[in-house]
């Protein structure tokens, strides 16, 4: 079982970055997928959610207009597109996969993105 993150790294503030998140190992189309984030020093956070399907999407509301979770059930792919990325933005995110069913979880290991000048 994998989840590998990608895309992040330095990227100027009003800037955009795609980050994603390649899995295997398990059934990928039947698992609610999740993007979250920590910043130093502070709690893990839920940023966007998208169900198996890919129908429906939840946001944190710093991030609402911003960013946009999508997913390729073909690819075993979910992405996370970051627009008019600010400062405070700045933190590891991490993929992490959920089928509540069959109490399946796991964690991708990060991928930093920094927003800075």
């Known amino acids: 079982v994998q989840l590998v993150e990608s895309g992040g790294g330095l990227v100027q503030p009003g800037g955009s970055l795609r980050v994603s998140c390649a899995a295997s190992g398990f059934t990928f189309s039947r698992c609610t997928m999740s993007w979250y984030r920590q910043a130093p020093g502070k709690e893990r956070e839920l940023v966007a959610f998208?169900?198996?399907?890919?129908?429906?999407?939840n946001y944190a509301d710093s991030v609402k207009g911003r960013f946009t979770i999508s997913r390729d059930n073909a690819k075993n792919m979910v992405y996370l597109q970051m627009n008019s990325l600010k400062p405070e933005d700045t933190a590891v995110y991490y993929c992490?996969?959920?089928?509540?069913?069959?109490?399946?979880?796991?964690w991708g290991q990060g991928t930093l993105v920094t927003v800075s000048e």
């Open positions: 998208i169900n198996s399907f890919g129908g429906s999407t």
């Open positions: 992490y996969a959920q089928r509540m069913s069959v109490q399946f979880e796991h």
